[in-house]
């Protein structure tokens, strides 16, 4: 079998699309950390706001 056959091929594209997804869930993960981090943060300076004025 040649080096450029389509079997080879498509499992170089395999590899490829797996490192694509890996990254992609990596950063789908770090973005709902901070989405979750703002939250905490948010939540705290109401919490904070409502003991100051009540």
């Known amino acids: ?5 389509p079997s080879i091929l498509n499992n170089q ?6 490192i ?3 990254a992609r869930s ?3 993960k770090t973005v ?3 989405l979750i981090n ?3 943060e948010i939540g705290a300076y109401v919490s904070e706001r ?3 004025v009540g």
């Open 26 to 28: 990596c950063a789908m």
């Open 32 to 34: 709902n950390t901070e």
């Open 50 to 52: 409502v003991k100051s």
């Open 1 to 5: 079998m040649s080096e450029n056959s």
């Open 13 to 18: 594209f395999d590899d490829v699309i797996a």
């Open 38 to 40: 703002m939250y905490w």
């Open 20 to 22: 694509i997804d890996k």
